[in-house]
Nanobody, 124 residues
């Protein structure tokens, strides 16, 4: 089992940057893919990015490619989401999540463990 805690959200102007962190508990952190999802009011939860166990492979939703970068620091049991060139449509609650060990998915239904979320608001 893994527990996840997000941080780093806030209010930023369009074109600005934020870096989100997802801190994970447990000694088997490197066995887990970590994914980022977001949910805006009245909208379904959507996939943003994921990094596979061992950080050898990443995936991004099309609208964030070239603007967001996911990375992991195994020594700190933390995954980061660097968000640049932010747009008002990026406004949402951002959640990190993990599926079962050694699983990879871009679907929220594929994830078992979720953090509480952090709010990102981009003003125009």
């Amino acid at each position: 089992q893994v527990q996840l805690v997000e941080s780093g959200g806030g209010l930023v102007q369009a074109g600005g940057s934020l870096r989100l962190s997802c801190a994970a508990s447990g000694r088997t952190f490197n066995s887990y893919t970590i994914g980022w999802f977001r949910q805006a009011p009245g909208k379904e939860r959507e996939f943003v990015a994921a990094i596979k166990w061992g950080s050898s492979s990443t995936a991004y939703e099309d609208s964030v490619k070239g603007r967001f970068t996911i990375s992991r620091d195994s020594a700190k049991n933390t995954v980061f989401l660097q968000m640049d060139s932010l747009k008002p449509e990026d406004t949402a609650v951002y959640l990190c999540a993990a599926p079962a060990p050694y699983r990879f998915s871009t679907l929220s239904s594929g994830y078992n463990y979720w953090g509480q979320g952090t709010q990102v608001t981009v003003s125009s």
